[in-house]
T-cell receptor, first 109, second 112 residues
Framework: EAAVTQSPRNKVAVTGGKVTLSCNQT?????MYWYRQDTGHGLRLIHY???????EKGDIPDGYKASRPSQENFSLILELATPSQTSVYFC????????FGAGTRLSVL | QQKVQQSPESLIVPEGGMASLNCTSS?????YFWWYRQHSGKSPKMLM?????GEKEEGRFTVHLNKASLHTSLHIRDSQPSDSALYLC????????????FGQGTKLSIKP
């Protein structure tokens, strides 16, 4: 089974601060995704990537940047965090279906 | 605008009963549908996929797909307390890349 590791698992940030969420995969999948999950919204796609050096905007990219420096690593960057970005963030890789990491719970105060 | 709509939002089913969940895409270009299950505090895991018109059965779980109406449904028979979870429907234009868009989910509770 795909191994997708997210760090940190929990994060408390201050409004206006910079936050970086990291995702590492060991299965050599080309496609990686960042979603956020809020009650009543299911999973919403923020950014995704087809491979190293590639990033694509998802449905809700505003306020987020993504970076894919290698096949294994895909980061989500909040340059100026806001309370509305408080959420649970999931990274996933895709080979046919999605394989999710355990999630990062982010609170922006 | 949610391109994948699920209904109902929540559902309570007695243990041993049948649960029926629905999902429709408003994007006419999608061809692939998945159902994921997410237990409380955990990450989603793929339950079933369906890409062709018709029905697919795996144990107590059956999925239907009508490509003309872009409607899929998940049916769980002989529901167990362990089936209590958030069920998420996802749709994509491509089998293995690109956007994979989720609905808002159906929260299923199985009442002992």
């Amino acid at each position: 089974e795909a191994a997708v590791t997210q760090s940190p698992r929990n994060k408390v940030a201050v409004t206006g601060g910079k936050v970086t969420l990291s995702c590492n995969q060991t299965n050599n999948h080309n496609n990686m995704y960042w979603y956020r999950q809020d009650t009543g919204h299911g999973l919403r796609l923020i950014h995704y990537s087809y491979g190293a050096g590639s990033t694509e905007k998802g449905d809700i990219p505003d306020g987020y940047k993504a970076s894919r420096p290698s096949q294994e690593n895909f980061s989500l960057i909040l340059e100026l965090a806001t309370p509305s970005q408080t959420s649970v963030y999931f990274c996933a890789t895709r080979e046919n279906t999605l394989y999710f990491g355990a999630g990062t719970r982010l609170s922006v105060l | 605008q949610q391109k994948v709509q699920q209904s109902p939002e929540s559902l309570i089913v007695p243990e041993g009963g049948m649960a029926s969940l629905n999902c429709t895409s408003s994007d006419r270009n999608v061809d692939y549908f998945w159902w994921y299950r997410q237990h409380s505090g955990k990450s989603p895991k793929m339950l079933m996929s369906i890409f062709s018109n018709g029905e697919k059965e795996e144990g107590r779980f059956t999925v239907h797909l009508n490509k003309a109406s872009l409607h899929t449904s998940l049916h769980i028979r002989d529901s167990q307390p362990s089936d209590s979870a958030l069920y998420l429907c996802a749709a994509s234009r491509n089998y293995n890349q690109g956007k994979l868009i989720f609905g808002q989910g159906t929260k299923l509770s199985i009442k002992p």
